[in-house]
């Protein structure tokens, strides 16, 4: 029986590199993708240049766009002055284009309606849509109070949105990217430093002399500042030592690699430790003057010798301590980094620990090739008045005192407290999702799902019809980032700097851009006075005139450095006196913070779940081409990489009979089968106890015409979520699957 909740798709009429990633490559051939775009004449025709930075991931690279006389953008070329991009662009950022361009695009608003006993989505104009948005809100925050709604969001337009949001009197404003990706490593560095790692990470590669990736995919991940810092350390003679199940990118350019058991990564750290303290290879007058707990870490990792290691890692005791080695002969130059995505097996935040400390021991914090301390434009914000003070939150799902340590909203609280329970006086009620796909965003689909169900209206503002669209009651086409203003780009770094995005060509079809979107709602729903601006020109001159700059300026330089207001880059260079902001004004080896929430004040490894015979674990990652699901219909990007495959050991290959290029489907622990066919690829760079497969395909809506169909999802099959009792964050890869070689779903086509 259907219910109103149904995913629909939406009609025409409503919208209108290989699998190997940069593996093909060497490290000169990724360094020419990222060096192909000085700021030198892309033709001779004449061309204007608008500023902009990107929005096709988070490192959001400053840039210029080529527009022609025809009004129609030729191409966007990296900002030299950026200290994101350094002038150069990565694949995603040069194939931005492609976004504008797509004619798979959203076009107009959309309203579902039931016609006939069936549920569709019918063209609307924004006027009815947004009055219609208005209405709902309205109601809800009659009825039940304005912190039953929540906003997911992705991207630099879910600043606006969640201005709009918390005037209402919302405070269960959430990003996927901290539950499902950066959030323990941000508790855990808190906990040890008293400061975040922060976005982009305040890791100092290009000086460093010893770069330890655990699991972090420089390469593949594309983060454009950190590969082409990586790519001089290179040069410089770093060395780079990896630790991952898979020989990634980064692997084939190390001068180690350590193909771990997955799931094994604490006793490594342990294992390190150990040798760094009993060899006495720490930075002794760091530790002595900085940090707390010492004595207590020692006695701990006494028995975590590399032999113990061996037995879980599969990782030779020598391999240990000659790599342990390395990092004190580099010390304090040296970056064990902490990674991005790093919600893995449910003890993260712990993992994230282990990596702050062992940083600690090294020395690293705060000085030059470790860790420096970052920077940023302080911008005023626009006059407006105070927020309104909630009543209520999403943390009113879990008993008091849960994720006490959390800085964020949980994604996952949102959806937990959006299914009714008795022990809460309200759930939430409405959703508005901006930019982020859920359904691939968030693990355990069936959960999201039924929370949605139990909405009372649920509001997308996205580009594209990706999957969340079709259980919206309202969605609303947003123009491309290369179509509009957005809020100054202000994030830590070396130095200073403001950088502007401004529209390089009026909106395509019926779209507008998200500053609009919520100045229109604002307004409609009495919150004129958050928005006294009457354009976003407005507020970002009145803004840039507090820094002593203008709009105008910024039009013509796109992006301005501003001198750091003290010489602290590189802090603790000299071993000043310096208080922490953790309890006991130290790094804390021993957490007093995490010792008085209940939880080890040391790391410990435990033993975590295998594979069930004839399943293998599912590996995740990155391509340099997409940026997760959101790029794989882009038509720039899809012709770099236009499916996924599923690396296989040829052992396991062998044992199954599976060839390279055929056809598989997967299926994993719970009985879960991927809705199409993968490629196989056999290969010695995966072992034999697990596989990998690249995340952001497998997408079953069919107007997006490129991507339909197109390889298997991973989302799908994350059906066992391990949760971070410190943080919340969802450990996704305790998931295992097996091949299916006959289409499981003709069975039912037959029947």
């Avoid at 009543?391 to 909203?409: I, M, N, Q, T």
């Avoid at 502007?500 to 919520?518: F, G, H, T």
């Avoid at 009457?534 to 507020?539: A, K, L, P, Q, S």
Wanted: aromatic fraction near 10%; glycine fraction near 8%.
């Amino acid at each position: 029986m259907k219910s109103r909740r149904d995913f629909i798709k939406i009609s025409a009429a409503g919208t209108g590199v290989a699998a190997l990633g940069l593996t093909s490559l060497n490290w000169k051939g990724a360094t020419t993708l990222l060096g192909a775009n000085e700021n030198d004449p892309v033709s001779d025709e004449e061309l204007k240049l608008y500023p902009t930075y990107c929005e096709v991931c988070f490192w959001k690279c400053a840039g210029w766009a080529y527009v022609d006389k025809n009004g129609s953008i030729r191409k966007v070329i990296g900002n030299k002055e950026d200290p994101h991009c350094n002038g150069r662009l990565c694949p995603r950022g040069t194939g931005g284009i492609g976004m504008y361009n797509d004619e798979d695009r959203l076009k107009t608003p959309l309203i579902r309606e039931t016609v006939n006993g069936e549920e569709v989505f019918r063209k609307a104009s924004w006027d009815e849509a947004l009055d219609l948005i208005a209405e709902k809100m309205d109601k809800l925050r009659k009825e039940h109070g304005p912190e039953c709604l929540a906003l997911f969001s992705h991207g630099t337009g879910g600043a606006m949105m969640g201005h709009l949001v918390k005037a209402y009197g919302s405070p269960n404003i959430t990003a996927p990217s901290f539950a499902q990706c950066r959030g323990p490593r941000e508790v855990a560095f808190a906990a040890t430093y008293g400061e975040e790692v922060m976005s982009p990470e305040r890791t100092d590669i290009r000086d460093t002399r010893c770069l330890v990736l655990i699991g972090s995919h420089i390469g593949e991940n594309m983060h454009n500042g950190q590969i082409q810092e990586m790519s001089d350390a290179i040069d410089q003679g770093a060395t780079i030592i990896t630790v991952d199940p898979r020989f990634s990118t980064a692997a084939s350019h190390s001068k180690y690699w350590l193909p771990i058991k997955p799931a094994t990564d604490i006793a490594l750290l342990q294992a390190w430790m150990h040798v760094i303290i009993n060899e006495e290879l720490y930075d002794k007058a760091y530790v002595e003057k900085y940090a707390f707990g010492f004595d207590e870490l020692k006695a701990d990792v006494q028995n975590k010798t590399p032999e113990w290691a061996y037995g879980i890692t599969t990782i030779e005791p020598e391999i240990i301590r000659k790599t342990a080695r390395e990092m004190a002969a580099a010390s304090p130059a040296v970056i064990v980094h902490p990674g991005r995505h790093v919600t893995w097996y449910g003890d993260d935040t712990q993992r994230s620990r282990a990596i702050a400390i062992l940083n600690a021991l090294l020395g690293s914090w705060g000085r030059r090739g470790g860790f420096y301390f970052p920077d940023k434009v302080h911008l005023p914000k626009y006059p407006s008045p105070p927020y309104p003070k909630p009543k209520r939150s999403w943390r009113d799902a879990y008993p008091e005192g849960k994720y006490k340590l959390v800085s964020e909203v949980l994604s996952t609280g949102i959806c937990d407290a959006t299914i009714p329970n008795p022990n809460l006086s309200c759930h939430l009620r409405g959703w508005i999702v901006y930019g982020t796909n859920l359904m691939a965003a968030l693990p355990d689909q069936e959960k999201t799902l039924e929370a949605i169900r139990n909405l009372d209206f649920l509001v997308v503002v996205d580009t594209m019809p990706m999957d969340i669209t079709g259980y919206a009651d309202v969605v609303l086409p947003e123009c491309t980032y290369l179509e509009r203003y957005d809020i100054l780009r202000t994030s830590p770094h070396r130095e200073p700097y403001l950088a502007l995005r401004m529209p390089a060509a009026p909106p395509k079809y019926d779209s507008k851009p998200n500053w609009w979107i919520a100045k229109q709602l604002g307004e409609r729903l009495g919150l004129g006075d958050y928005f006294k601006w009457d354009t976003i020109e407005d507020m970002l001159d009145w803004q840039l005139k507090q820094v002593d700059s203008s709009l105008e300026e910024m039009q013509k330089i796109g992006v301005k450095k501003y001198k750091r207001e003290y010489e602290d880059l590189y802090l603790l260079e000299n071993l000043i006196d310096y208080e922490f902001n953790t309890n006991t004004g130290k790094i804390e080896l021993y957490s007093t913070e995490l010792e008085l929430e209940g939880f080890d004040p040391i790391p410990q490894y435990t033993q975590h779940p295998e594979p069930p015979s004839g399943y293998y674990r599912l590996n995740y990652g990155r391509a340099p081409m997409h940026t997760f699901s959101r790029t794989s219909n882009n038509p720039n990007l899809f012709d770099l990489m236009d499916e996924n495959s599923v690396w296989v050991n040829p052992k396991v290959a062998a044992l199954w009979e599976l060839k390279k290029d055929e056809y598989v489907w997967l299926k994993n622990q719970d009985g879960v089968v991927t809705d199409f066919p993968i490629k196989v690829r056999v290969t010695e760079r995966i072992r034999w106890d697990s596989v990998y497969m690249v995340h952001g395909f497998g997408h079953n809506n069919k107007k997006l015409t490129r991507a339909y169909g197109r390889g298997a999802s991973d989302s799908k099959l994350i059906t066992k979520v391990m949760e971070d009792p410190i943080m919340g964050g969802t450990g996704m890869r305790g998931n295992f699957v097996t091949f299916l070689k006959e289409d499981p779903n003709r069975e039912e086509i037959e029947s």
